[in-house]
Structure formats: structure tokens, C-alpha cells
């Protein structure tokens, strides 16, 4: 295993008070320039990035919980992957893979063949991203089914273009105003074992028992004959990190098999080591007929692929697929650089390691504090949900306060979930154990803060 090696100082160090005067007066600038509907959860500006530092345009040195969103697994500037993308791009930076096609192309997708589940025959189509991989994952559904019904689950998010839209769960802030949407979308109950009612007789509801309740309302409701795919995040990513029983997904699938319906896992978010394995769906040996890849792909290169059965891909006629920068050539060489670094750095083993440091101190954390209702996730995609104290109730205010005081300490967090109560970890796999240790240090000291629990935050602040 090849060593990490970092341009930057992993330090946290903060110079100026957050935001500093050069972010704060970007900030000014980009109200009178950028649509006010991209919001950013971090109000300072990136200057240069390595490891699990984001240094910002005042020199103010951050600890990166987030990766860009599940992107930057192996860095935001590997040297392998700088390297591959300069070589390509003093090559060439486009041709457009349906007018003169490129051999880096090709090369993702035998590597992606060999690196999905399963050992059947396999294509890939390349695309920009997530949003556009699900679109395709659709289209190649209905067309190699012949039908048109699509399943989805409750907290699903599957991305911002229409059909996508229809596709994800929740309304504020991706749908609100943006109908109407996409037809023949059908949303059944999802396995979320933290809000899960029990039987009649107080077992646990188990993930069989959660597929056979969405099964049962899939055949009551659409009937299955209609259905040309079931599209589920092995994990649940924007909806909570929601981690489904065991046996939900290997039930689903089976069912889906028997029935002639297309399963695609939408594994953008937890593809690419993230969980500890190559991807989600190798937990529970689920072989999904589509798999849908984006976000860790090409560390941070927007690229994205629809991965599957050879028989549905090929299904479509020649020119059904495509786009004019899908598969880009520069795009490709990141990604076959990133593909190796995962390998040369093991990073599903990295992975591994975080989540045994951070589930340590964030049940430590959970045994002392009452707005912790649970720690979930798997791997490097690790999650808090908090509640208020006492109850399942949904703790958004907390959440929020939780992740402005650990930014103000210099530390990246992200948020999601449904009800807005869950703080969401995506470390970069390369970051180093001294610098997550310090993340979670200040983290854990905001959680405490706000929860009214010693000590303060000013005492774990090194
Ligand atoms: C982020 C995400 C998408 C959308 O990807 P984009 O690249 O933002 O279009 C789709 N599905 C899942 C599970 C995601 O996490």
C-alpha cells in the first residue's frame, strides 16, 4: 500500500474570525452576480485544497467533513490525478465521444465493468452527472421493458433535472415550485429501522417485512406487470444517511428479478469506497441489473455512469444515448487515476478505519447527550440524527446550530435528512487519523454545547 503524502499542513488553523474580509467581500460580490437559488452551506471561499484541509481565500486552514459532497474520496488534488488530467488535457479537451470517439472511454467502462457486482456481461454509457446517469437509467429501463411505471421510495433523492425531481422525495427546497413533474413516478415506504413502527405482536419490523410492505403496495397500486424499474440508494443518502434493515435490499431484488422489473441501485453517493467496500449494494450481495455512479468517480472531474446488464443497455437503438460532453476525455483520465488511487491507497480499508474512529466517540457522545437519537452509516458515510431530548422528535434547530458552531471552529460538516436533523460525515478517505480526530473533537464539543452538557466548547479547542 502506497503511503499518502500531503502538499498542505494538516492543521487546522484559523487566522481570521469566519467568514474572513476576503470571503465576506465575495460574498458581497456574488449577490449581484450568482443566482440567489445556489445556496452554500460554508460561507467561506476556497483557495487551495489537499488531504482534509480546505484552505480558504483569508489562509484560514478548515477540516473537511464533507469531500464536496461524497466527491473528493481521494483529495481535491491527488498528484496522480493532477497528472493524469494534465497529460490529457495538453492532448486534447473534447471531441465528443459520438463524433470521434477516444480509447480513455472505453477503459472506464471495462474498469467499471470489472469493478461493479456481479460477473454477467456488462456496458456502460459515461454522462455528467448524477441527475443525468438516473435519467438514462430510466430510459434504458423502458425501453428494454417495454414499460413505463418507475418506483421509488420515500426519502429518496435522486437530483435536480425534472424527471429527477419527480424521482426525490422531498419537496422543499428541490421541487418546491418546479412541477409539474414527470409522470408514472410511484413512491412506496422505505426501510428506516430509527422511525420504524413494530407489529402487532411488538417484534421489530424486519427489512423483509418493510420489502414485502412495499411489494404489497406495489402490486395493489401499479401492478407489477407495469413497472419497468425500482430505483433505490443502497443508503439513503440526502434523506438521512438511512442505513435499511438487512434483507430489505436482497428482497427487493429478488422480487424485482421475478418479476421482469429493472433494480437500479443508485449508487452515487455510496459508490467508490465510501462505505468500505468498492459499493453498497457488495454488503448484502446484491447484484443490481443498473447501477447509477457519479459524485467519487473522478475526484472531483464531473463524470457519471450508468453501469449494467449488457442485454438492458444494449437494448437501445444506436443513437438513443448520449450528449455532447458525456465521457469527456479529461473527465475519463481523472477517473482512471482515481480508480487506481483508491486501489494503490486502499481507501475501502481507510474508509473502514474512519468509521472505527468516529463511531468510538460519537457513541461515547451519544451515551452523554439527550438530542442524539442515533448513530448510523457505514464506512466513511456516517451520520448523527438528532431529536429532541426524550423522544423521536426531529431536532433541526440543534442540527443547525451544531454544524454553525463546529464551522466556526474551523471544521466542514454537512447536514441532511428529511426532517433537517441529521449531521451527515463524508471525510476525504485520505484524510489523516490526527486531523479526523481533531474534527471530531471540535464536532462532538458543539454537540455538547448546544445539548447544555460540559464541557464548553472553548475546552476542547486546541
Ligand atoms: C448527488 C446525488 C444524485 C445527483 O447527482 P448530481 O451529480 O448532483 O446530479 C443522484 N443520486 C444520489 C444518490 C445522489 O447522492
Given at each position: 500500500m502506497t503511503s499518502i503524502e500531503y502538499r498542505l499542513p494538516q492543521q487546522r488553523r484559523l487566522v481570521t474570525a469566519l467568514p474572513g474580509p476576503r470571503s465576506a467581500a465575495l460574498t458581497e460580490r456574488r449577490r449581484t452576480a450568482v443566482g440567489a437559488g445556489v445556496a452554500s452551506s460554508v460561507p467561506v471561499y476556497a483557495a487551495d485544497v489537499d488531504g482534509g484541509i480546505v484552505v480558504d481565500v483569508d489562509g484560514n486552514a478548515l477540516i473537511d467533513l464533507g469531500s464536496g459532497i461524497a466527491v473528493t474520496s481521494v483529495g481535491a488534488s491527488d498528484p496522480a490525478v493532477v497528472a493524469a488530467v494534465q497529460e490529457q488535457v495538453a492532448h486534447f479537451t473534447h471531441t465528443c465521444f459520438m463524433v470521434t470517439p477516444y480509447e480513455g472511454y472505453i477503459a472506464v467502462a471495462e474498469k467499471l465493468a470489472a469493478l461493479t457486482p456481479g460477473d454477467h456481461a456488462k456496458r456502460t454509457v459515461l454522462f455528467n452527472s448524477g441527475a443525468e446517469a438516473v435519467e438514462n437509467a430510466v430510459k434504458i429501463a423502458r425501453v428494454a421493458t417495454g414499460r413505463s411505471a418507475v418506483v421509488v421510495f420515500d426519502h429518496a433523492y435522486h437530483g435536480r433535472t425534472n424527471l429527477t425531481m419527480a424521482l426525490t422525495a422531498k419537496n422543499q427546497p428541490y421541487k418546491e415550485g418546479f412541477g409539474p413533474f414527470a409522470p408514472d413516478i410511484h413512491r412506496v415506504p422505505a426501510s428506516y429501522p430509527f422511525r420504524e413502527g413494530r407489529n402487532y405482536d411488538g417484534t421489530e419490523v424486519t427489512g423483509e417485512q418493510a420489502a414485502h410492505r412495499a411489494i404489497s403496495q406495489i402490486d395493489k397500486q401499479i401492478g407489477a406487470h407495469n413497472v419497468a424499474a425500482i430505483v433505490l440508494e443502497p443508503i439513503q443518502g440526502e434523506g438521512g444517511f438511512i442505513v435499511p434493515a438487512k434483507g430489505f435490499l436482497p428482497t427487493l431484488v429478488d422480487w424485482a428479478k421475478a418479476n421482469g422489473i429493472v433494480f437500479v441501485a443508485d449508487e452515487v453517493q455510496t459508490g467508490f469506497a465510501r462505505t468500505g467496500d468498492w459499493f453498497a449494494s457488495n454488503d448484502e450481495n446484491v447484484v443490481p441489473d443498473l447501477m447509477t455512479l457519479a459524485k467519487g468517480i473522478a475526484g472531483g472531474m464531473p463524470l457519471a455512469a450508468v453501469t449494467g446488464r449488457a442485454e438492458l443497455i444494449d437494448a437501445v437503438h444506436g443513437g438513443g444515448l448520449g450528449g455532447?460532453?458525456?465521457?469527456n476525455p479529461v473527465a475519463c483520465a481523472a477517473a482512471l487515476a482515481t480508480l487506481d488511487r483508491i486501489e494503490q491507497l486502499d481507501l475501502c480499508g481507510r474508509a473502514r478505519r474512519i468509521e472505527q474512529i468516529a463511531t468510538e466517540q460519537l457513541r461515547a457522545l451519544a451515551a452523554d447527550v439527550d438530542i442524539v437519537g442515533e448513530v448510523r452509516g457505514r464506512g466513511a458515510m456516517l451520520a448523527v440524527e438528532f431529536v429532541q431530548p426524550g423522544t423521536r422528535e426531529p431536532n433541526p434547530e440543534a442540527t443547525r446550530a451544531i454544524a454553525a458552531k463546529a464551522l466556526e471552529q474551523g471544521v466542514i460538516v454537512l447536514t441532511c435528512g428529511t426532517y433537517g436533523n441529521v449531521v451527515r460525515l463524508l471525510p476525504p478517505l485520505v484524510i489523516s487519523d490526527e486531523l479526523l480526530t481533531d474534527g471530531l473533537d471540535v464536532l462532538t464539543a458543539a454537540v455538547r454545547d448546544v445539548a447544555g452538557v460540559r464541557p464548553t466548547l472553548a475546552g476542547a479547542t486546541r
Open positions: 455532447t460532453y458525456g465521457g
